[in-house]
């Protein structure tokens, strides 16, 4: 990476426009566009122009006095968005090994989590935050307690975050009917300090499960959720099991009975949605249900695989998540892209069933939507200037005799290990590999200290 400010204008003016001449830029804004070499210009943490080479060059305007070129030796690409994640659980990555995934909830996470603070939340974060920019993944939507901890750590490390707070009874804690109500207006709260906080925190709501959650209870959030324009974010339809004892339980399917209840219409993120029937898919259709489909966990955990073909074909809007580091295990959204496309081939039987660049627009474009934002994992004029690069001097891509190809070894070959330089709202945040903002040691060591205490106070 060179810096080179070629002009400078306007002494006195801080506004600068930064212009990354890379290799190639893949802007993610329709599926599979290559440009070789491709510019993206910047100014204030916003993209304002994405173009070929010789789509710049002239003055830059009054409103940009300087210009400072970096030249990107390899490709740019839009930061990856992962929608659904529960990233403070890097205390308990490793946990609970080969257990089905609700008695793994029940005997191993939950009693852990009960014994947490809200600074094992912020190193949790911390860590995660780290491991995922240097993933390349600016944007996660996280599910979590502890929120402000979790927030202020997403903060501190430069990246972006949906804080989406958690609503769940867990053992010891307290409980009963106006727990509820006090959770929920805690988040309000949390809403009104924390949404917009350093311009890369949004805060919506995450009732854990229909299943964990009683339904007046999802009714009242999802209405609070509504009248803040905030994001709905639960776990949906996860495992076969689930559904059988809701249906038996409420005598529908969880989406029908959600919809039937008002629960859907707002903005909504279900994550997993595995055991979808096509009435189900009609629903989510109708109510814009959006998904995080998160097949590393669901292939973990054997919940099964989700019907990501029939619900891209629905047109039901879908992104990747990873789902916390405890079921995966790790937060390398690289790996769900290249998994989602190998398990919905092979259960459609069916070799071009989605294709790379399919399978590269849900860990970027579609992810951004599936959340409501189309300024996330896209680099196109109006978008965030969050940023990533990848070295192309390396075998994955070897050859490239097209831009198609160039798209297939990205998905196929490549990996999370070739980016090298991560920017967020145009801020250097990893660079060379390793992570601007974060100590690594110090926050290993305090993860492990931590993750023993947890262990220890649940027994
Ligand atoms: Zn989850």
Redesign the pocket.
Known sequence: MSDEVVAEQGAGRTVELVRYVADVAVPCDVPGRVLRPGVVEVVDGIVRHVGSEASVGGPPGPAAPTVRTVRVPGALLPGLVNV?C?SPMTLFRGSGENLPLHQWLNHVLWPREAQLDPADVFWGMTLAASELLCFGVTTTCE?YFFEDALADAVVAAGSRAVVTPGVLQLPGHPSGEEWWDRRTAEIVDFHHRRHGDAGRIEVGFAPHAAYTVPLPVLVDIASEARRLDALFHI?LAETEEECARFSAEHGGSTPAVLANAGVFDGRVLA?HSIWLSDDDLDVYRSYDVAVAH?PQ?NAKLASGVARLVDLLAAGIRVGLGT??PASNNDLDLWEDMRLAAMLARIRERDAAALPAATALDLATRAAGLSIGRPDLGVLAPGSQADMIAVRLDDPAFVPILDDAQLIEHLVWSASSRLVTDVWVNGMPVVEAGRCLTVDDERARHEVQVRAERLMRAAE
């Open positions: 659904h529960h599910a776990h994550a998160c966990s789902d916390g």
